[in-house]
């Protein structure tokens, strides 16, 4: 099943945009999903497993280095937004 993940990171620190594109950086490493950057969220889309791995990877990734951020996604199973 394909799904449609909508993430924004929200770091809770002044020097905001380098965890943002650290996030983008990390989430873009893994193979077979369709990536895409805009503005305010980054759309991961793929296979339901692999997608959602690879954002929960990221945000633990991410929390290891950046530690404190919030992190708000829109999951649509089913929906091929790319």
Known sequence: ?????????????????????????????FEHLKITTFPTSTVVQGEYEHAMKAVQDTISACHHEYNMAVYVAKIIPGYEAL
């Open 1 to 29: 099943m394909q799904v449609t993940i909508d993430i924004s990171m929200y770091p809770n620190r002044e020097e905001f945009i380098p965890p943002i594109d650290g996030f983008i950086e990390k989430v873009n490493r």
